[in-house]
């Protein structure tokens, strides 16, 4: 017998079995139907904030099975899931560029409906928080393991090569992190302004300051000293 292939084999709601594995009904019911938006750009606002949630889940997901890998000193593995995590993270920074295609002051109707919504209680950058120290302890206790300073791992990295792929996406991970912030701050300034305060409270020029955040300070601290020992060789 020939396999009919119009016809769904899953289960699942939905006409195909794309739809049922997918669970577009539910997802593409997921954004205000037009008959209940304020305005019509919260389409386009809560598509990238969704979308942004979907990313940085996926960014932290893979950071998490990194940090596991480097557990099991599988290093090969860890860096190959750390590439995506960065991709990731890179993908939820150009979500970004859309937001400014909403008028300043048309924005200000949706955000009269947002209530006490803020990014601070967004699940996936919370998420980047609590996954990326575990991530350091891991590298660092592989590092140790093998009686090498963050100095000694950068001046040999030819002879260290995995650890120091490593170190580096490690610091690009970090990296990624703050551009998010500082093309965040930009499109907040752009469309309310950086002297006001946010939907919970907080002045936009905090959020300015956070760009400065770094979530493995030792890793950029380590440029330094590597400067001033070449100083010292020259
Ligand atoms: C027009 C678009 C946006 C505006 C006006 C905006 C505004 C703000 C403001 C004012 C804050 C400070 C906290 C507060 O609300 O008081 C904030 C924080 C934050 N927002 Fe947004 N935001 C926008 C888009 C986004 C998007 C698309 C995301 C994606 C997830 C996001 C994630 C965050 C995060 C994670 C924080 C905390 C910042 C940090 O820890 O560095 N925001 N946002």
């Known amino acids: 017998m020939e396999e009919d292939y119009s016809q769904p ?30 305005h019509r750009d919260e389409l386009l606002f809560q598509t990238v904030h969704q979308s942004s949630e979907l990313w940085l889940k996926l960014a932290c997901f893979e950071v998490e099975g990194a940090t596991a890998r480097l557990r099991e000193h599988e ?37 009269r409906v947002l209530g006490h919504g803020s990014g601070f209680d967004s699940p996936g950058f919370r998420n980047v928080r609590r996954v990326s120290p575990s991530l350091g302890d891991a590298f660092h206790a592989l590092r140790r393991a093998e009686g090498l300073s963050l100095t000694e791992l950068y001046v040999q990295g030819r002879e260290r090569e995995e650890l120091y792929q490593l170190a580096e996406l490690l610091i690009e991970w970090d990296e990624r992190i703050s551009v998010w912030r500082f093309r965040h701050y930009k499109v907040v300034a752009r469309v309310i302004g950086d002297e006001v305060v946010g939907t919970q409270g907080t002045p936009v020029q905090l959020l300015g300051e956070l760009i400065k955040n770094r979530l493995y300070p030792e890793l950029w601290q380590v440029r330094n000293e590597l400067t001033e020992l070449a100083k010292g060789q020259g």
């Open 9 to 38: 084999v899953l289960d699942g709601k939905g006409a195909s079995d794309y739809e049922r594995y997918l669970r577009t009904d539910e997802l593409l019911a997921l954004q205000k139907p037009p008959e209940e938006q304020v």
């Open 75 to 111: 290093r090969a593995a860890a860096i190959r899931l750390l590439r995506r995590s960065v991709a990731a993270v890179q993908i939820a920074t150009r979500l970004l560029d859309e937001l400014e295609h909403m008028s300043p002051w048309e924005y200000q109707a949706i955000r």
